[in-house]
């Protein structure tokens, strides 16, 4: 292949025994138009939406909540009551 820009042939032989594929198309212009339309129409509702701040009111709680905790200091024993230790 001299020109990069062309595109290789395909032998008779080998085109024979390709199996598969659609022969015909069957959607209209209606339905392309149809569809084109209710990607437009979901576009546009996307647009008109309002913008968030990123976090929903549960993950701002939860982030607050973290950082109470955090500075309240490490707990150094995680349950109510400190272990009992017995020496014998």
Do not use: K
């Not at 598969?20 to 069957?26: D, F, L, M, Q, V």
């Not at 212009?29 to 546009?44: C, R």
């Not at 976090?55 to 024993?77: A, C, D, I």
């Amino acid at each position: 292949m001299s020109n990069d820009h062309q595109l290789p042939t395909i032998a008779s032989a080998a085109l024979a025994q390709v199996s598969g594929g659609a022969t015909t198309t069957t959607t209209s212009s209606d339905q392309i138009l149809t569809t084109l339309t209710s990607i437009l129409q979901q576009i546009q509702a996307l647009a008109t939406q309002p913008r968030s701040s990123g976090f929903s009111e549960q993950e701002m709680l939860m982030l607050v909540m973290m950082m109470q905790r955090n500075q309240q200091g490490p707990t150094p024993w995680p349950w109510s009551q400190p272990p009992i230790l017995r020496y014998e």
